[in-house]
């Protein structure tokens, strides 16, 4: 979380969805941060954070920054382009969307991750039916398509089991 944390523009009021249990939320304290989260099991009050039991679509007004950490694989990939237009949609001129899955290119440590997430999904730990990775050259493609500029990838998985990879994008 804290590689990802430092993508984050300082001050830049910042639009997490999926924000879960609001660990991500927690660390970008220091700004406006508004976490929007489906699962209302996850949902807490946390001082400085605005937590919204919803999707993203509740959500209005524009940010500097939006961030969707291990939430993608979760939702069908065709509803994958709407969900990012409409990110694209909320973010202010310049401002930058980070998001952050798995590589499933990385095959020891995806075919880990796999296991992992089928026990948490058989246990009822996350919402969503749908268990989706896109490979980065895949996903890179799809946000210069929907129009992101600076687009950019880089691994983030260094001494961890998981394949983690971030992505940055911008709205110019």
């Known amino acids: 979380m804290l590689r990802v944390l430092r993508e984050v523009p300082r001050n830049a009021p910042l639009l997490d969805i999926g924000a879960g249990h609001g660990l991500f939320a927690v660390l970008a304290r220091g700004r406006r941060v508004v976490a ?3 699962d209302a099991r996850k949902v807490r009050r ?9 999707f993203d679509d509740v959500i209005t007004g524009t940010f ?3 961030s969707i950490i291990d939430v993608l694989y979760k939702i069908p990939l065709d509803q994958w382009d709407a969900l990012l237009m409409r990110c694209r949609s909320r973010l202010a001129a310049n401002g930058i969307l980070i998001i952050k899955e798995q590589d499933p290119t990385a095959r020891f440590k995806n075919a880990w991750n ?4 089928r026990g948490a999904t ?3 730990l ?3 039916e749908s ?3 896109e490979a980065p050259a895949e996903f890179l493609a799809r946000l210069k398509r929907l129009g992101f500029e600076n687009v950019q990838s880089k691994r983030i998985d260094f001494a961890y089991p998981h394949p983690h990879v971030m992505y940055t994008a911008r709205k110019t």
């Open 36 to 38: 929007v989260e489906p």
């Open 46 to 54: 946390l001082d400085g954070i605005e937590f919204v039991i919803g």
């Open 64 to 66: 500097d920054a939006i």
């Open 114 to 117: 796999a296991i992992q997430e």
């Open 122 to 124: 058989a246990l009822g």
């Open 126 to 128: 996350t919402l969503g």
């Open 131 to 133: 268990f989706t990775y």
